[in-house]
């Protein structure tokens, strides 16, 4: 019972007085009927709860389903098991039905006659390679900063991020287009920044974008880019992730949704100047709060630990 009323708690009062001095009396105290009385007499347990209304729904709907409708229904359907919902409801008309797809949709629902679509394999991802020190792997990705977040609504700007998978340590860098050279300009401040934490990066990984890959681009598939020409220069290797498969960069693809939750929800930008200069600030809380993965140590006090326990 979610709730006792006060009818119930009346009800319960009335029962207890008639209880004592009988229907008549009660009837002229309560201003109540005898026969009110009687019927809340034959359903008291002595427990309030069986003094509450019950439902008033009715059991059944007057235009509901007859069962000579329902035996032609289950019927049909043990003889035709492969026919569809529209076959099936053209050949219950042919046989005298009346109601309208719907209605024998609903019925073959609550029937569970309608027909199981065979159960998809559950996904069973592959390991994935964990990195051993930092600066073997990093990700890269673009993320496009909401128009809202501009005061300038014809300007457009791109928030390019780095994150190394094993520390987790970020660093971002705002430009004003999303192309090639912007993201090799982005790959060089990104390498000379850990270069300057004590971290030589080995390997950076992005998806298929046109910024980073002429992989899917007719007529250029040999073609590299200035970001992979920045890339083999600085002696880095370049990893390519699987087409359309976004979970295999998730770590900055993760870094990107807290950045929406978190920065670009409250904040406003009037340049691209204006957005590396909050992004500075950003940066510095980002790399600074503690993460589960990482034991619930920032990826800077991580990062520092790995030294103490490696040199």
């Given at each position: 019972?979610?709730?006792?009323?006060?009818?119930?708690?009346?009800?319960?009062?009335?029962?207890?007085?008639?209880?004592?001095?009988?229907?008549k009396?009660?009837?002229?105290?309560?201003n109540?009927?005898?026969?009110?009385i009687?019927?809340?007499?034959?359903?008291?347990?002595?427990?309030?709860?069986?003094?509450?209304?019950?439902?008033?729904?009715?059991?059944?709907?007057?235009?509901?389903?007859?069962?000579d409708?329902?035996?032609?229904?289950?019927?049909?359907?043990?003889?035709?098991p492969?026919?569809?919902?529209?076959?099936?409801?053209?050949?219950?008309?042919?046989?005298?039905?009346?109601?309208?797809?719907?209605?024998?949709?609903?019925?073959?629902?609550?029937?569970?006659?309608?027909?199981?679509?065979?159960?998809?394999?559950?996904?069973?991802?592959?390991?994935?390679?964990?990195?051993?020190?930092?600066?073997?792997?990093?990700?890269?990705d673009?993320?496009?900063?909401?128009?809202?977040?501009?005061?300038?609504?014809?300007?457009?700007?791109?928030?390019?991020?780095?994150?190394?998978?094993?520390?987790?340590?970020?660093?971002?860098?705002?430009?004003?287009?999303?192309?090639?050279?912007?993201?090799?300009?982005?790959?060089?401040?990104?390498?000379?920044?850990?270069?300057?934490?004590?971290?030589?990066?080995?390997?950076?990984?992005?998806?298929?974008g046109?910024?980073?890959?002429?992989?899917?681009?007719?007529?250029?598939?040999?073609?590299?880019?200035?970001?992979?020409?920045?890339?083999?220069?600085l002696?880095?290797?370049?990893?390519?992730?699987?087409?359309?498969?976004?979970?295999?960069?998730?770590?900055?693809?993760?870094?990107?949704?807290?950045?929406?939750?978190?920065?670009?929800?409250?904040?406003?930008?009037?340049?691209?100047?204006?957005?590396?200069?909050?992004?500075?600030?950003?940066?510095?809380?980002?790399?600074?709060?503690?993460?589960?993965?990482?034991?619930?140590?920032?990826p800077?006090?991580?990062?520092s630990?790995?030294?103490?326990?490696?040199?």
């Open positions: 019972m979610n709730s006792i009323t006060q009818e119930m708690q009346f009800r319960q009062s009335l029962m207890k007085y008639c209880e004592r001095y009988g229907v009396r009660a009837s002229r105290k309560y109540k009927s005898r026969l009110y009687y019927f809340w007499k034959a359903r008291w347990d002595v427990t309030i709860e069986s003094l509450a209304e019950h439902s008033k729904r009715p059991h059944h709907h007057p235009n509901e389903h007859t069962p409708e329902l035996k032609l229904i289950r019927d049909m359907r043990r003889r035709n492969q026919l569809d919902l529209t076959e099936l409801w053209h050949r219950l008309r042919k046989r005298g039905y009346t109601r309208r797809v719907e209605s024998l949709y609903r019925v073959l629902k609550r029937l569970a006659l309608l027909p199981q679509a065979p159960a998809k394999p559950t996904y069973k991802p592959k390991p994935y390679e964990q990195m051993t020190y930092p600066g073997e792997r990093i990700q890269i673009v993320k496009f900063v909401p128009l809202r977040c501009l005061t300038n609504k014809e300007q457009k700007l791109y928030q390019y991020t780095a994150i190394d998978e094993f520390t987790r340590l970020r660093f971002v860098y705002g430009y004003e287009e999303h192309s090639t050279y912007s993201s090799a300009d982005f790959l060089k401040r990104a390498i000379e920044w850990y270069k300057r934490r004590g971290i030589t990066v080995e390997c950076v990984q992005t998806d298929n046109p910024e980073f890959t002429t992989r899917f681009i007719q007529g250029l598939k040999d073609k590299p880019t200035l970001f992979q020409t920045t890339a083999s220069k002696g880095i290797r370049h990893k390519l992730i699987r087409p359309y498969t976004p979970r295999h960069n998730g770590k900055v693809e993760r870094s990107h949704r807290e950045d929406h939750n978190k920065f670009y929800s409250c904040h406003s930008f009037y340049s691209c100047d204006d957005l590396n200069l909050q992004l500075k600030a950003h940066l510095r809380r980002s790399n600074d709060r503690p993460m589960r993965p990482l034991g619930w140590l920032s800077i006090e991580f990062l630990n790995y030294r103490v326990q490696h040199h």
